[in-house]
């Protein structure tokens, strides 16, 4: 089975832009779950989907939003970019909605200037 | 609030001893716990994972160590070898957060010859 992909694989903008990224879970798999990872704070959760709806969120301003499409596949946008928001971006989908194992895709690397 | 703590940054080992990376939880609604090795600019590539129901589980030359008394967890490596050289994260997750991992900071394995 092919694992989680995500586009692009890097990124820049520029503050004030907006961005979305991509993500395509692993085949039969129709949770997505989005990770910020930054030197700072290390990786933190931004939200779950599972079919088409948002399951849990993390404590992100509302610039980041996310949606799920019916083929399972994600994207997630920031809108008004900040020097901040330069990090990498992970993508992660699961079978199930319980306990169960989460798998990365390699994450998008977006640098804001 | 730091909810799961590696409280150790690094770690060095020689090649065919055991590597031990330590993991101490505080938030006890974590209920399934995991180890993800990690290379930068990479995603999290799980290794093993661990239900609060268990307090062992195997899987080759990794074997997860869970105890709950004590909100404490490890991951043993036997024996370890250069290609273990990563970042390690352990990750937890709760009943009907089971989507939401929460990492520890990371814990930096080199194994030398």
């Known amino acids: 089975k092919a694992g989680v992909t995500q586009t692009p694989r890097y990124l820049i903008k520029t503050r004030g832009q907006q961005v979305t990224l991509s993500c395509s879970p692993i085949s039969g798999h129709r949770s997505v779950s989005w990770y910020q990872q930054t030197p700072g704070q290390g990786l933190q959760f931004l939200f779950e989907y599972f079919s088409e709806t948002q399951r849990n969120k993390g404590n992100f301003p509302g610039r980041f939003s996310g949606r799920q499409f019916s083929n399972s596949r994600s994207e997630m946008n920031v809108s008004t970019l900040e020097l901040g928001d330069s990090a990498l971006y992970l993508c992660?989908?699961?079978?199930?909605?319980?306990?169960?194992?989460?798998?990365f895709g390699p994450g998008t690397r977006l640098t804001v200037l | 609030d730091q909810q799961v703590k590696q409280n150790s940054p690094s770690l060095s080992v020689q090649e065919g001893r055991i590597s031990i990376l330590n993991c101490d939880y505080t938030?006890?609604?974590?209920?399934?716990f995991l180890w993800y090795k990690k290379y930068p600019a990479e995603g999290p590539t799980f290794l093993i994972s661990i239900s609060s129901i268990k307090d062992k589980n195997e899987d080759g030359r990794f074997t997860v160590f869970l105890n709950k008394s004590a909100k404490h967890l490890s991951l043993h490596i036997v024996p370890s070898q250069p290609g273990d050289s990563a970042v390690y994260f352990c990750a937890a997750s709760g009943t009907g957060t089971a989507s939401k991992l929460t990492f520890g900071t990371g814990t930096r394995l080199q194994v030398t010859l």
């Open positions: 938030n006890s609604m974590f209920d399934y």
């Open positions: 992660a989908s699961r079978a199930s909605t319980g306990p169960d194992t989460q798998y």
